[in-house]
Each structure stands twice: as C-alpha cells, then as structure tokens.
C-alpha cells in the first residue's frame, strides 16, 4: 500500500490536477473514487468538514483543497524542481494563476461544464461569459511569448489551469477561437508522464 491516498471523482479537474502532479512526479499513490454518499460520512467529513474532494493523505497529514495539495506535493517531494519557484517574481506569476484556477476558471467553465454535465438546474449563460471573459485573457497572456502560463518552463500554474480548461466545450465553451492556449494544452499534454483528463461523455469516459 502506498504512502499517499488520494480520494476523488474522475471527472473532477480539481482531483485531476492533483493526479497530474502525481503522476509527473513519479509518486506512488492509491486513489479511491469518492460518492456523494462517501463524502457525506463522518469518516471523510474528519478529513475534510466541507465535503469536497480531492482529500490526500500521506502518512499521518490529510490535506483538502486541490491547490494548497499541488504546493505540499511540490515543496514535500519536489522542492528544487520549478514546479513553485522561490523567486519573488515568479513565484507571485504562480500564485495569480491559482488564484485564478481558484475563482475565474472555477465559476467560468468548470461551471458551465458542471451545469451540462450534471444537468444542473442552472443558467449556464453567466458561466459561459465569464469562460470566454478569462480565455480571451490566458490567450493574450500566452501570445505575449512564454510556453506556459507563468514561466518558460511548466508550473503548478499551467497543472491548476489545464483540465478545466481542456475540457470546456463539455460545458458549451469553445476553445477552438483560442490558438494559443489549444497549443498550451498541447504543450502540457506532451509533459512526460502526463495523465488525460477524463471526458464526461463519448468512449474514453
């Protein structure tokens, strides 16, 4: 049995981004796919009292909030790899793109995709705006010249930001008006050892 546990939903990008940093790394870990019943037990409410996925645990620390998992596993057991810069400018550029992943990606397409999804009783419309709001903005960003969002090497940023991203059109966006950022994402699914995100329909779901 592995050190680490990871408890999830597939189709959840804030699990996948933390099994993205998890496979990069080369980390053994078991996963354990969580219910909306399993969430709801007082055994996950003592890891976790808000209920949501991802949780990790690795040895006697249990973590929630996908982010704050991405900066443990990168400081724990990748500290001199890039993946969180220690300089000052660089490490502000990862932490605004996870600020980002934390607001404008997660009410623009995570939740126009959680609406199709789901069949969420919901306007989509609002989400959808505020997702093409924000991609209009990443891919200025990306045209200014660096491969990744807050560096020229991959981050925690670009892991935080991908899945939601590439699976948008699941939730109503289109990235195809997007040619920088439909080549970020090429960019990062050429990572070695990058794990897909999976689809919310069709045969690799």
């Not at 932490?95 to 989509?124: C, H, N, T």
Request: glycine share 6%.
């Amino acid at each position: 049995m592995a050190a680490i546990t990871l408890r999830g939903m597939k189709l959840s990008g804030h699990v996948h981004r933390v099994r993205l940093l998890l496979g990069l790394l080369e980390l053994p870990y078991d996963y354990v796919e969580t219910t909306a019943d399993d969430r709801a037990a007082a055994e996950f409410r003592a890891l976790n009292p808000l209920g949501q996925v991802p949780v990790l645990t690795d040895g006697e620390v249990a973590l929630a909030d996908s982010n704050a998992i991405l900066v443990y596993l990168a400081r724990r057991y990748a500290p001199d790899s890039g993946w969180l810069p220690t300089e000052p400018v660089a490490a502000a550029k990862v932490q605004r793109w996870l600020s980002i992943a934390a607001g404008e990606l997660r009410y623009g397409p995570a939740m126009a995709r959680s609406i199709a999804v789901f069949k969420r009783q919901i306007d989509p419309a609002p989400a959808i705006a505020l997702a093409e709001t924000l991609f209009a903005f990443m891919d200025a960003c990306l045209r200014q010249g660096e491969p990744f969002l807050a560096a020229g090497r991959p981050t925690l940023a670009d892991l935080a930001c991908y899945a939601y991203t590439a699976r948008a059109p699941e939730g109503g966006v289109s990235i195809e008006p997007y040619a920088a950022i439909r080549a970020w994402l090429a960019r990062v699914e050429a990572l070695p050892r990058f794990t897909p995100m999976p689809r919310a329909t069709g045969p690799c779901a």
